[in-house]
């Protein structure tokens, strides 16, 4: 009997045992895999905020030509090689990306390319100036960077690359030249390309040198409107944004020819967001078209004294962009007066937007003014 009554002691005592043992592991399997959840709702709840949270704003700021040799040289050594560029570093500085056209070779080498009758060299301590002032890549695709010869070409790629600069539109050989500089910006993959309508011009029979990049020879990429059309649409899916400079037009007209307009076009419908044009030495109308920004001369912006007073006037151009759209562009008004572009006041500024809004009318875009700058947004 005492035997019968130990057993059963012994094994109620097991079960009980076995079951404090279940509702332990119970607790234990509940704490790891209830954690496991929580952790994963709560990296899920992450991803949801992450994927609401609006695309990040960034801006680009751009201006036409900027050439440092001649008057503007003698100015920087006079009163310093950051001159050109003191009035306007503030602005040009606070963008995320700027841009402008180089239209000056930065050396001490080379020789005049015969025959041409005006050319432009200056200072290769010039890049660190370029630098200073908020410069992230310019254009050499113009009828300048040439100017003496390929020496200083070679010598301006590596100025400006050695101060973090990009060149565009330009280098050693003809693939070079022709290579789209990609930058990146607060996660959006920008592509600029730039060309110019000058590469196969040459002025002497003696040495009939064109500003032309080969594959044996530097130079620049030349205007071709249905190539720059392939370019554009071969990018438009393996990019963000595609902005694209072009050196190009009639010197001192106020009005792009037709085929500046229809090629502008082309490469808006083939995926280019931006198409920034230079070389007349004035100022021409903006237009939006199909939610692209197309500034068809920029004018001068760095520059000595020219005989005609609208040369003197000119605008930077500020986007602004949230995620790849383009949200807003802003013009502001500049005067250049002793070598040195400066932010437009008074009676210069009125004029000078009031000049851009009636070009930009003129191409069925709305400029509206307000606090001393022009402003077009989406329409």
């Given at each position: 009997m005492v035997f019968r009554e130990s057993g059963r002691?012994?094994?109620?005592?097991?079960?009980?045992?076995?079951?404090?043992?279940?509702i332990l592991a119970a607790f234990m399997a509940w704490d790891r895999w209830g954690s496991y959840f929580s952790a994963a709702d709560g990296q899920q709840d992450e991803q949801v905020s992450e994927q609401r949270k609006p695309p990040s704003e960034w801006t680009i700021a751009a201006n036409g030509d900027i050439m440092l040799g001649r008057g503007v040289a003698t100015a920087m050594r006079e009163n310093g090689v950051f001159y050109p560029f003191e009035q306007m570093a503030p602005l040009l500085q606070k963008a995320d990306l700027t841009f402008g056209n180089l239209e000056t070779p930065l050396s001490q080498k080379g020789a005049p390319i015969p025959g041409k009758g005006i050319w432009f060299r200056g200072d290769p301590a010039a890049s660190g100036a370029l630098k200073e002032a908020g410069y992230d890549l310019v254009s050499i695709a113009n009828n300048h960077i040439l100017d003496y010869d390929s020496p200083a070409l070679l010598d301006t790629l590596d100025y400006l690359r050695q101060e973090g600069i990009e060149p565009v539109g330009g280098g050693k050989d003809l693939a070079e030249a022709v290579q789209p500089v990609i930058k990146e910006i607060k996660g959006q993959k920008i592509v600029f390309i730039a060309a110019t309508e000058m590469a196969d011009i040459f002025w002497s029979y003696d040495y009939p040198r064109t500003f032309e990049a080969k594959t044996d020879r530097p130079g620049v990429q030349k205007f071709d409107a249905d190539r720059l059309v392939d370019t554009v649409a071969s990018l438009r899916d393996e990019v963000d944004l595609i902005a694209v400079s072009l050196h190009w037009g009639a010197e001192y007209s106020d009005y792009p020819e037709a085929y500046q307009i229809e090629t502008a076009h082309r490469l808006a419908d083939a995926g280019?967001?931006?198409?920034?044009?230079?070389?007349?030495?004035c100022l021409q109308g903006v237009e939006m078209y199909n939610g692209s920004l197309i500034a068809y001369s920029l004018g001068n912006?760095?520059?000595?004294?020219?005989?005609?007073?609208?040369?003197?006037?000119?605008?930077?151009?500020?986007?602004?962009?949230?995620?790849k759209e383009l949200q807003k562009a802003e013009l502001y008004p500049v005067m250049i007066a002793d070598e040195q572009p400066r932010?437009?006041?008074?009676?210069?500024?009125?004029?000078?937007?009031?000049?851009?809004?009636?070009?930009?009318?003129?191409?069925?875009?709305?400029?509206?003014?307000?606090?001393?700058?022009?402003?077009?947004?989406?329409q």
């Open positions: 002691r012994k094994k109620w005592s097991v079960l009980y045992l076995s079951l404090v043992l279940i280019a967001n931006l198409i920034i044009g230079h070389h007349p030495h912006f760095v520059y000595d004294k020219q005989r005609r007073s609208k040369c003197q006037e000119t605008v930077m151009v500020k986007m602004f962009f949230q995620g932010p437009a006041v008074g009676e210069d500024a009125v004029r000078i937007l009031q000049k851009m809004k009636e070009l930009g009318s003129g191409l069925g875009t709305n400029l509206e003014i307000e606090e001393s700058k022009g402003m077009i947004t989406q």
